[in-house]
């Protein structure tokens, strides 16, 4: 069963974000499975879980297969092409699209630790040596 044709970067919530991240991790799965993998995570109850699984299918973000008498959900929306547009759309939003703001509100609010900024001066070499 094919979900509604949708944009590969479906905007998804946060709740449905937590379901994503559950099919990211191994798919296909069922709405039993997704609610065992989200019970320490989450107080949901299976509705709350169909409910979350019925928007994500809608959205275009998963597709479903008959098995049986159950559906197996697995991802369309990729994970990296997610992340991607959030980041894009939280830097846009927040600091203008501009990185060096984001990076120096993010270091006066959690101190960098050594390995933290090492990788960061490795970036920037990786980027000027590009």
Request: hydrophobic fraction near 40%; avoid cysteine.
């Amino acid at each position: 069963m094919s979900p509604p044709d949708q944009a590969a970067t479906t905007s998804i919530s946060e709740a449905e974000a937590q379901v994503m991240e559950v099919l990211w991790q191994r798919h296909p799965q069922s709405t039993d499975e997704i609610a065992q993998a989200l019970v320490e995570r989450q107080d949901w109850q299976l509705a709350t879980i169909k409910t979350l699984v019925n928007r994500l299918f809608n959205k275009g973000a998963i597709s479903a297969e008959k098995d049986g008498r159950r559906y197996l959900y697995s991802p369309v929306l990729q994970r990296e092409s997610w992340l991607s547009a959030q980041s894009m759309g939280l830097l846009d939003r927040l600091f203008q699209g501009r990185l060096t703001p984001l990076v120096a509100h993010f270091s006066a609010q959690r101190k960098l630790d050594a390995a933290e900024l090492k990788a960061l001066k490795q970036l920037i070499q990786d980027y000027e040596n590009d």
